[in-house]
């Protein structure tokens, strides 16, 4: 198992920018797909973006795509989820993921076995 440490979120206006940041620990970090999810209040958790162990497949939802960026440093053990022009609908918890499987990236929040503590985005209109 991974220990998962988010950190980034913050509360901003619509259109600006934020980057979150991941930090792991545990294991070696090059073994895991990494991904990102968020939880609206009252919504269940819905996938945002996911990452191969190399950096060299990404996968993003449609309600995201074009305005984030995922990306990876695995001598840092860290991922990190850029988000330009963000909107209210944006507002959630962000949660970093990590899947025990190199060779696949998933999109199933099930599949992901290690979890961080999430943090707070909140978007003002």
């Known amino acids: 198992q991974v220990q998962l440490v988010e950190s980034g979120g913050g509360l901003v206006q619509a259109g600006d920018s934020l980057r979150l940041s991941c930090a792991v620990s545990?294991?070696?970090?090059?073994?895991?797909?990494m991904g990102w999810f968020r939880q609206a209040p009252g919504k269940e958790r819905e996938f945002v973006t996911a990452?191969?162990?190399?950096?060299?497949?990404?996968y993003y939802s449609d309600s995201v795509k074009g305005r984030f960026t995922i990306s990876r440093d695995n001598a840092r053990n860290t991922v990190y989820l850029q988000m330009n022009s963000l909107t209210p609908e944006d507002t959630a918890v962000y949660y970093c993921?990590?899947?025990?499987?190199?060779?696949?990236?998933?999109?199933?929040?099930?599949?992901?076995?290690?979890w961080g503590q999430g943090t707070q985005v909140t978007v003002s209109s």
């Open positions: 993921a990590a899947h025990r499987n190199k060779l696949v990236v998933t999109t199933i929040p099930g599949d992901f076995g290690s």
């Open positions: 545990g294991r070696t970090f090059s073994l895991y797909t």
């Open positions: 990452i191969s162990w190399s950096g060299g497949r990404t």
